[in-house]
């Protein structure tokens, strides 16, 4: 495998530690910012948000340029935004800085799998794309945990500060190892609302913005969770992520298998059936690590099954459109990121920490509704188009 491959999915890595960064240091950031918790948690939903609305715009508007020289400038703005947000004396600011390094997050991610893609020959390109995202699981598995560690011993500040020093001293290293890749013509804005007006595409882009933001609603606010229900921190909580993300990375390997295990079309449906059960049995482990501990294996699991099921679905469904449906995917997946993280926020602030489980479960159950309306679409579809 070409190196420079591992270089982009160290990108990729930083990029997604960002993301799911204050997840595991919302207590010490509202604490600082002297906010509640449910607004430090509206950080998440603003970064997830804000690369789903980006991803695609500025994808379409930097088709002209040079794609090594975008991800450079990509990295350095990630930087500045996080330099940022490491100084940023108040919630506002702290805020705006967090949609500055979501915007470049988006072309990073995206760009390091079309690069990673293009050093390979043909026959290697699914693989060095698979390197760029185990860079973006493994940020899941490490990232949160890093934060919370560096968190804990020098304040909410030092994690943002890692990953400005990071993306500063990745720059430089792609700018020397990387070839010039041409601007390249990218897929109109239209191209992309084509395909969400097909109803059984719509339907299984809904599965990913329904299930990923039940997730959230209570993955966003797990510190405080674990905290409150078991007792967790600092070192404890830190392993309790480390785990987590360890059957995070497992997950998008099942999600995959399932699918062309059983097919597409039922493991679109099943994956929500199994996630909602497992949400809902959450709170039956409360004060009881012994069963807490292999249901958030499974729901760690079953949160990355769903994204390689859409995916493949999508492309099974509409294999000429394939390249806009994954471009849609990836902005569905952060809208419910966004929706997950802000649904969370508004239940602490309401009923309360505890009943996040079961309001995951009710968006987990609409995922269901969504995929099995997907899948009678495209039945229906299959039978008219026979009747012709």
Not at 243 to 269: I, Q
Request: net charge positive.
């Amino acid at each position: 495998m070409n190196p420079r491959v591992y270089l982009l999915a160290l990108a990729s890595f930083v990029a997604g530690c960002d993301e799911n960064l204050v997840g595991g240091i919302l207590p010490l950031v509202a604490q600082g910012l002297h906010v509640s918790l449910s607004a430090a948690g509206q950080l998440t939903s603003a970064f997830s948000l804000t690369f789903a609305l980006c991803a695609a715009p500025l994808l379409a508007l930097t088709g002209r340029f040079e794609r090594r020289r975008l991800l450079i400038g990509a990295l350095a703005v990630f930087a500045l935004g996080n330099l940022g947000a490491a100084l940023s004396p108040s919630y506002t600011l702290l805020l705006l800085c967090r949609v500055l390094s979501a915007a470049s997050c988006a072309l990073i991610v995206v760009l390091a799998s079309t690069l990673a893609a293009s050093l390979v020959e043909p026959s290697h390109k699914g693989r060095a794309i698979g390197i760029v995202f185990v860079g973006i699981s493994g940020s899941l598995v490490l990232g949160i945990p890093l934060g919370i560690v560096l968190g804990d011993a020098h304040g909410w500040r030092a994690p943002f500060l890692l990953l400005a020093a990071l993306a500063a001293l990745l720059a430089p290293l792609l700018a020397l190892s990387l070839p010039r890749f041409a601007a390249r013509p990218t897929l109109p804005l239209s191209a992309y609302l084509t395909q969400l007006a097909v109803p059984r595409l719509s339907a299984a882009q809904a599965v990913s913005v329904l299930l990923i933001g039940g997730h959230f609603v209570l993955f966003a606010y797990l510190a405080p969770y674990a905290s409150a229900t078991l007792g967790l921190s600092g070192d404890a909580l830190s392993l309790l992520y480390l785990g987590f993300g360890a059957a995070a990375v497992c997950g998008g390997y099942l999600g995959g298998w399932l699918s062309d295990r059983l097919g597409a079309a039922r493991a679109l449906w099943l994956i929500p059936a199994l996630f909602t059960l497992v949400l809902a049995a959450l709170p039956l482990a409360n004060g009881r690590l012994a069963l807490f501990l292999p249901l958030l294996a499974l729901w760690s699991a079953l949160s990355w099954t769903i994204s390689p099921a859409v995916q493949n679905y999508l492309i099974q469904s509409a294999p000429a459109a394939a390249d806009a449906n994954v471009g849609i995917n990836t902005s569905a997946m952060h809208l419910g990121v966004a929706l997950g993280s802000a649904l969370g926020g508004l239940v602490i602030a309401g009923p309360g920490l505890a009943v996040t489980p079961w309001a995951g479960a009710v968006l987990a159950a609409l995922a269901w509704v969504a995929a099995r309306c997907s899948v009678a679409a495209a039945q229906q579809q299959a039978i008219t188009a026979g009747s012709r």
